[in-house]
């Protein structure tokens, strides 16, 4: 049985900095791709970022371009967890955050093709 359970989460200022962790168990970790989500109220589920493995063993991350060059995607095997680094926050970044796993190859960006999600962790961005 496979488990997430992210972490980080609160309030912050707008230009504010979080981390965001998500512990994984129950496979093997280090060799799968995991993704970040958020959800908004009354809003679909969006993609956030993404990390994965090419067949040449480097890693890949992918990021949503409202948070490319302010978020960073992160991973530490030793401890099966992933963080996501979330530098200049602004108050339309106020959302409860997913940690995913499961997605079949290429499939990164879709909420749909992951198997296995979090509970989520609120993180609320002021003006």
């Known amino acids: 049985q496979v488990q997430m359970l992210e972490s980080g989460g609160g309030l912050v200022q707008a230009g504010g900095s979080l981390r965001l962790s998500c512990a994984a168990s129950?496979?093997?970790?280090?060799?799968?791709?995991m993704g970040w989500f958020r959800q908004a109220p009354g809003k679909e589920r969006d993609f956030v970022a993404a990390m994965y493995w090419s067949g040449s063993n480097t890693i890949y991350t992918i990021y949503a371009d409202s948070v490319q060059g302010r978020f960073t995607f992160s991973r530490d095997n030793t401890k099966n967890t992933v963080y996501l680094h979330m530098n200049s926050l602004k108050p339309e970044d106020t959302a409860v955050y997913y940690c995913?796993?499961?997605?079949?190859?290429?499939?990164?960006?879709?909420?749909?093709?992951?198997?296995?999600w979090g509970p989520g962790t609120q993180v609320t961005v002021s003006s």
């Open positions: 995913a796993t499961g997605a079949p190859y290429g499939r990164w960006r879709y909420p749909t093709a992951y198997a296995y």
């Open positions: 129950g496979r093997t970790f280090s060799s799968s791709a």
